[in-house]
């Protein structure tokens, strides 16, 4: 016979340890809350991933677009090449010994590097050069004003006096025939802007440029091309693009407080209905990281500056009546919400884990099975098919072989991402402290073509 004492001791126990564990039952609110959140996650993915999907398969069978290629001979209107510097004595002889060599009117050429506080040896050459070329090379030297970038297209775009404004950072390197192919998409009244292809240089330094080589490729050859061809929403770059210069006043002109000053005149042409038009066939080569600390800064400056773009225009592409069609408004806001799915996947992740604990029931079970099948087989390697079909389409399959590592580069990118929206909060511009915010430089020099 167990004593009454022992009895007592034993229900206490057992109330103590229900007040810690509950079962299942107990949790169905919260499991329930979880599994439509996880619902949602995965809903948004399989958005992506047809995205992904229709894109790839649109730039391997589909009619492909490529309307201002066949503009040889025109007369050609007057441009200003912009070429922002920041302490770059390693790459800006590069960019201007390419220029001089364009074909390209050269009256009708005005090259203006704007040298912005170097401390280096930046200055000395761009007189240099100015001093040979006085009719095609006119520096400006800042020393006063808001620094960075945005802040200096802003200042120098006051003084531009031609119909067509190209901008090139200052470790591009042209083609000869480039200045031309980026001109002509501007002679349809409806274009506002062009983006040329982004090509790396460096791509034989090392694994991880070999494999930001892919990445690029994939994101030019195939999702910006079939963006193109699909009458979507190609994205500016203020790396080798231009834009026109009654279109830029139209709409306020470069903002000096984003990180990414391209992604922000990409919607505010947008949404006043200008046409961004990419050219896929006008290559321009670039130097890519060749380090992981400077792959990881990298992203996670275009991660701030695309998701402050998100929250400055989300609302505003939603009530947009300036689209085209159902498809372009869904897919200017996929297009914003690209960096933003990052922190979303992670959120699921933790989601999963966090339902596996509670004790999800068979339902709520399945449903985190059907994540991470979902996302495992086809949303995470949604984007490594476009990587795939960009190698084929440029006459590489080999470089195909590297497609398996793609895969750490993608946890690298999902984690500095995640960890950059947690900075948002740092951008605003009464907060933030503008400085320049680039890509550190390594001088390889120019690639023969």
Known sequence: ????????????????????YRPPAAFTLTTLILSVLLAAIVAVVILYTIRHYVFTLNRLFGRQRHPYTDVQSAAWPAITLVIPAHNEELVIAHILDALLDVDYPREKLRVVP????????????????AAKYPALIFPVHRSEGKPGKAAALKEITETVTTDVMLVFDA???????????????F?????????????????????????????????????????????????????????????????????????????????????????????????CYEEVPETWPVRVRQIRRWAKGHNQALGNYFGAVLRGRMFRGVL????????????????????????????????????????????????????????????????????SRGRSKLLPLVLFGFLISITSITASAFSLKKLSPFRRALVWDKTHRYGKGRRES
């Open 171 to 185: 470790d591009y390197i042209p083609g000869r025939g480039l200045i031309k192919q980026l001109v002509a998409p």
């Open 114 to 129: 704007v040298n912005d506080r170097s401390t280096d040896r930046t200055q000395e050459i761009l007189e240099s050069y």
């Open 1 to 20: 016979m167990i004593p009454a004492s022992a009895l007592l001791a034993l229900q206490s126990r057992d109330t103590i340890f229900q007040s810690i």
């Open 187 to 283: 002679f349809d009244p409806e274009v506002g802007a062009v983006m040329g292809r982004v090509v790396p240089l460096n791509s034989d330094t090392n694994l991880l440029t070999r494999l930001l080589d892919l990445e690029r490729s994939g994101g030019y050859q195939v999702d910006q091309q079939a963006r193109m061809n699909l009458h979507l929403v190609p994205q500016y770059g203020g790396t080798v693009g231009g834009v026109r210069t009654s279109a830029l006043r139209e709409v306020g002109g470069w903002r000096d407080d984003t990180l990414t000053e391209d992604t922000d005149l990409t919607y505010r042409l947008l949404l006043s209905g200008w046409l961004t038009a990419y050219q896929n066939r006008s290559e």
């Open 328 to 395: 372009q408004r869904v897919d200017a806001l996929m297009l914003l919400g690209v960096y933003a799915l990052s922190p979303l996947i992670a959120f699921g992740w933790i989601i999963s884990i966090a339902l596996f604990y509670l004790g999800a029931t068979p339902f709520q079970g399945l449903i985190v099975i059907l994540v991470i099948a979902s996302y495992s087989t086809l949303g995470n390697f949604a984007a490594f098919f476009e990587i795939a079909a960009a190698a084929r389409l440029d006459g």
